[in-house]
């Protein structure tokens, strides 16, 4: 079985030594907030003449949202959702703090594979390494 702390590490993306199968809830935000603020100029340009305060809904929500889970770590490039992304993985990171060698070890191996992940090979070779150091650990439960 896979602990939580295993689970967390495999969501993050292969550039935060993930192997990028990533969580809906770990990704929505980033895209809404990105995606709200790269339109947010045009929608106001376009739809001037409904109101002058145009607004897209549910932003303050979100950014209340997103306050509540990261604090005040706001986006440098908040049209961009690879940065507001970026926060959250290493929201997620963090919460990867391991305390046995098992751990510590895969979290080193896949991190140390991070650089060539590009290839379908070395894909292969990270899964294979997994289950080397973690081989009771390769089944997923609920």
Not at 9 to 14: D, F, I
Not at 49 to 55: D, H, V
Request: aromatic share 6%.
């Amino acid at each position: 079985m896979i602990s939580d702390i295993q689970w967390n590490q495999a969501t993050l993306p292969m550039s935060h030594g993930g192997l990028g199968i990533r969580k809906v809830s770990d990704i929505a935000l980033p895209a809404f907030l990105s995606s709200t603020h790269s339109v947010l100029d045009s929608d106001s340009t376009i739809l001037c003449f409904l109101t002058s305060e145009f607004q897209i809904s549910h932003i303050d929500q979100a950014l209340d949202t997103w306050r509540l889970k990261y604090g005040d770590v706001i986006s440098d490039e908040p049209h961009v959702q690879k940065s507001w992304d970026s926060i959250v993985s290493k929201s997620v990171e963090e919460k990867c703090v391991v305390n046995n060698h098992v751990d510590i070890a895969r979290l080193l191996a896949v991190q140390s594979l991070s650089p060539g992940l590009g290839s379908m090979q070395s894909h292969q070779e990270m899964w294979e390494l997994f289950l080397t150091i973690c081989p009771s650990e390769h089944t997923l439960s609920n």
